[in-house]
């Protein structure tokens, strides 16, 4: 069969872009995929370990081989690399909030101890299926303190942030502090219009500067970090706000952040303006 030379064209051109837009895709999301579900694993000391990627995640082993705490549970294959360290005979897990990427092993561990935001049941429901509903819930604005072997963890409910509740995992002797997603290091935050609340979150983080002697940050995303980063983050709100004020160029700011990983079509420096301006309209027709 004889193929003109038009459709021969086309078809080269035709199959020529299809290669071009896969590989875009592929150089575009295959970052992401692997923020997601890569996982490192830092034995941080005898008891405790720190599992990078995905949502970042701890196991804390107490060392009477008594009780294992696990914060955040990942999702995918990254989940599974937090079975193995797990030692201790009962097991406690917090969630810091119940996105995906810091619930999905919830599953692997059925008979552990839940603690988590104080969630209406349909809410947890909705976001968690048909897992059991916390053994432990805490409110917005207060926190619990129990005892992993020799370390003193506290939990506080730091109210809306990044999501409708995020807590934070203080390891008090060890001065550590598990954000959550209260901290994105070194990738613009995610904001949620209707969820999220970057006013509550700036004070949010303050409050952590205020009242935690911290000395090691453990993310939400990203790798371990200081208290600078924390303040970092407090800025980086700010600067946002003063573009949105006018006092300072947008052009200018994106420059500043560009160091700043980017999670398409979710985070960045536009995206964060995008959500504040949103955020600053809403109040102002009195929707908060
Ligand atoms: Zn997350």
Redesign the pocket.
Known sequence: MRVSKGIRNTLLIFSTSLVIIVISGLIVFYPVFRMFNQSEVIQYDPELAILIGG?NSIVLNSSDGETSLIVDTKMGPASKKILSRVTGKKVVLINTHL?P??TGGNKYFPDAEVIAGRFSPDEWEQEMGSLPYPDHTINPGSEKVIPIGRERVIIRNMGQAHSQQDCVVFLKNRRFLITG?LLFEGIHP?LFNTISSSIKWRAALETLMDEFPVETVLP??GPLATPESIRSMIRYFQDVEKVLAGTEIQKTMVLKYSHLRKIPFVSGFGRTLRFMRFEAAQREAGRF
């Open positions: 949502g996105h990427d810091h997603d995610v939400g995303h």
